[in-house]
């Protein structure tokens, strides 16, 4: 029932910059906090940043902060991740991902989110 289509991964240079799609259906979007995770090769998933339900907050990771941006378009049902400048150490594969309960706070914890993206891999390199 509940569909996180995650997208427009790829090769992108160091100063250049890349935006992913999540693209929700099965759920209103508007009711659900959202989060980006990633995972590199033989580490652990970790939190990028976050959106509330409202969409009238986010969340990011310290390194991040600055340089990645979430946003959402509610009539395309569609979460984006904008990443500006991104660096070698970024590459991973991401993931979005939708919280378990309507209308909770955004939290960084994998636990609390039980509906995911496939992933979509994004390569920093020159």
């Known amino acids: 029932q509940v569909r996180l289509a995650d997208s427009g991964g790829g090769l992108v240079q160091p100063g250049g910059s890349l935006r992913l799609s999540c693209a929700v259906s099965?759920?209103?979007?508007?009711?659900?906090?959202t989060a980006w995770f990633r995972q590199a090769p033989g580490k652990e998933r970790e939190f990028v940043g976050g959106?509330?339900?409202?969409?009238?907050?986010?969340y990011y990771r310290d390194s991040v902060k600055g340089r990645f941006t979430i946003s959402r378009d509610l009539d395309q049902s569609t979460v984006y991740l904008q990443m500006n400048h991104p660096l070698p150490e970024n590459t991973a594969i991401y993931y979005c991902?939708?919280?378990?309960?309507?209308?909770?706070?955004?939290?960084?914890?994998?636990?609390?989110?039980?509906?995911w993206g496939q992933g979509t891999q994004v390569t920093v390199s020159s």
């Open positions: 991902a939708l919280h378990d309960r309507r209308f909770a706070t955004i939290e960084t914890g994998i636990e609390h989110y039980n509906f």
């Open positions: 099965g759920r209103t979007l508007s009711y659900f906090a």
């Open positions: 959106m509330s339900w409202t969409g009238r907050s986010t």
